[in-house]
């Protein structure tokens, strides 16, 4: 099973809209890839097609959705025909059809208690197929999708600025949308961020807990 920073395992899968080989066939873009535990199933209805909703706002930050479950093809079309149908959302990101679990297995997304089912998880990777964060939600909890969004803008926001982003960030209630620096490694740097400081260069509580914005 792999973690974060590592490389996203390379595998060719079948999905709705034809084999892909990832992260290849993303290189350059990130993706988002988000396991369900079966089609047809209410709660994973409701996360697709918030995730479709909300996929311009994806594509704003160059990042593409997948879907995925342990579930045949077939399947994946006839659930993706009745939401088009019944709800009048059209999916277009592809859903890889994992029928015997490999993909499933390899990034550990099947529950133990749940036979083949898989738990809802999310890889976040990069734009150079690296792992950047993981979640799991268990079966009777819907994503929040509106968080996935906001963490890919922070992952990409704290790699620019090579900085780290507070709690709720961009509405902290401490330091508001500005960025936490990363820690002095010197006693001379740790004075060095005090003086500037106090010369308004940088907004800092001590030392050690310096903002800046973007």
């Given at each position: 099973?792999?973690?974060?920073?590592?490389?996203?395992?390379?595998m060719?899968?079948?999905?709705?809209?034809?084999k892909i080989?990832?992260?290849?066939?993303?290189?350059?873009?990130?993706?988002?890839?988000?396991?369900?535990?079966?089609?047809?199933?209410?709660?994973?209805?409701?996360?697709?097609?918030?995730?479709e909703?909300?996929?311009?706002?994806?594509q704003?930050?160059?990042?593409?959705?997948?879907?995925?479950s342990?579930?045949?093809v077939?399947?994946h079309?006839?659930?993706?025909e009745?939401?088009?149908e019944?709800?009048h959302v059209?999916?277009?990101f592809?859903i890889?059809?994992d029928e015997?679990?490999?993909?499933?297995k390899?990034?550990g997304?099947?529950?133990?208690?749940?036979?083949?089912?898989t738990?809802?998880?999310?890889?976040?990777?990069?734009?150079?197929?690296?792992?950047?964060?993981?979640?799991?939600?268990?079966?009777s909890?819907?994503?929040n999708?509106?968080?996935?969004v906001?963490a890919?803008?922070?992952?990409?926001?704290?790699d620019?600025?090579?900085?780290?982003?507070?709690?709720?960030?961009?509405?902290n209630?401490?330091?508001g949308?500005?960025?936490i620096?990363?820690?002095?490694r010197?006693?001379?740097?740790?004075?060095?961020?005090?003086?500037?400081?106090?010369?308004?260069?940088?907004s800092?509580?001590?030392w050690?807990?310096?903002t800046k914005?973007?």
């Amino acid at each position: 099973m792999p973690f974060i920073s590592d490389r996203f395992p390379k595998m060719t899968v079948a999905t709705t809209m034809g084999k892909i080989t990832l992260p290849d066939d993303y290189a350059g873009r990130w993706f988002v890839l988000f396991s369900h535990p079966a089609d047809f199933t209410p709660v994973c209805t409701t996360e697709f097609v918030a995730f479709e909703k909300m996929k311009p706002q994806f594509q704003q930050l160059n990042t593409e959705l997948i879907g995925l479950s342990v579930e045949q093809v077939f399947s994946h079309i006839k659930w993706v025909e009745w939401i088009r149908e019944k709800l009048h959302v059209h999916i277009s990101f592809p859903i890889i059809a994992d029928e015997l679990g490999y993909v499933a297995k390899q990034l550990g997304m099947i529950h133990p208690t749940k036979g083949t089912r898989t738990v809802r998880s999310v890889y976040i990777v990069d734009h150079e197929g690296t792992i950047r964060l993981m979640l799991t939600y268990p079966e009777s909890v819907g994503r929040n999708i509106y968080e996935i969004v906001r963490a890919v803008k922070a992952l990409q926001i704290a790699d620019a600025y090579e900085a780290a982003t507070p709690a709720n960030w961009p509405h902290n209630e401490l330091v508001g949308n500005r960025l936490i620096m990363p820690p002095p490694r010197t006693i001379q740097q740790a004075a060095e961020r005090l003086n500037k400081a106090k010369k308004g260069e940088m907004s800092c509580f001590d030392w050690w807990f310096c903002t800046k914005g973007t």
